[in-house]
């Protein structure tokens, strides 16, 4: 059974569950593979306050606390369908507590899976761009992972991150976080200048680093440029790390 550590945000876990399907081989209903969501937002305190130091409590614990749940519930392989939490600062703590308590759950990691994703499936790309969250931004998990295996890596320039990108995750008014199903006009259009610029800076391809940004840009492809959706990415790896047999080919 898949299991999904969902409201981080919440309709990133919704995502993730739906792609898990989109991705599976099936011609009925009881031939899809079984998933179960825990969508726990109130317990999950938010990853980049955590980060940038504006809240105190690691997220982890709880998100620990979600993923034995789902072990619970018979989960064997999970996700965490939040790029954020996948700084070493949440990540590591997370797999030592899961390690301490015994737990026989399989968590995948997003970012080394996208990583991986990128040099079996993209082996011509060398300049990746990231649009991230600012938690993300700061902690350096993509462009670790990615220069690790031979990537070059372009972020957007920090005022634009903090003036355009975070804010069209984070903003009271038009952020994904607050107005997710239909996305706000002015989210998008942050995140398109943001990718404008990455493109500009020779980026071939551009990581969708934030799980919420794929509610706002579902093209595969703009101008040329591959857009890569490490949701999407994620929900294949749990099918084939639960049953290779089930995943539909690219």
Do not use: W
Request: aromatic share 6%.
């Amino acid at each position: 059974m898949i299991g999904i550590v969902g409201g981080v945000g919440p309709y990133s876990g919704l995502d993730l569950l739906k792609k898990v399907f989109d991705n599976t081989l099936a011609t009925n209903d009881q031939e899809y593979i079984d998933a179960v969501l825990v969508s726990a937002s109130s317990k999950i305190k938010d990853r980049t306050e955590y980060l940038i130091g504006k809240i105190k409590e690691n997220p982890a614990i709880a998100i620990v606390e979600v993923l034995f749940k789902l072990q619970n519930a018979g989960v064997t392989v999970a996700g965490i369908p939040c790029n954020t939490a996948h700084s070493e600062k949440i990540f590591n703590v997370i797999l030592v507590e899961l390690k301490k308590a015994g737990s026989t759950i399989k968590l995948l990691n997003m970012i080394e899976e996208t990583a991986n994703f990128m040099t079996v499936n993209h082996p011509t790309v060398t300049k990746i761009g990231v649009l991230s969250t600012t938690g993300t931004y700061k902690s350096g998990v993509y462009t670790k992972a990615l220069q690790f295996k031979g990537f070059e890596v372009i972020l957007p320039p920090l005022d634009m991150q903090e003036s355009l990108i975070h804010p069209s995750i984070y903003h009271p008014i038009y952020g994904i976080k607050t107005v997710s199903n239909p996305i706000h006009p002015q989210a998008r259009k942050n995140l398109l200048k943001g990718f404008s610029y990455l493109k500009e800076q020779g980026a071939q391809a551009v990581i969708l680093g934030c799980t919420e940004i794929p509610l706002a840009i579902t093209e595969k492809e703009i101008d040329t440029i591959k857009i890569i959706d490490p949701t999407s990415i994620l929900a294949r790896a749990l099918i084939e790390h639960l049953n290779p047999n089930k995943l539909k080919s690219l």
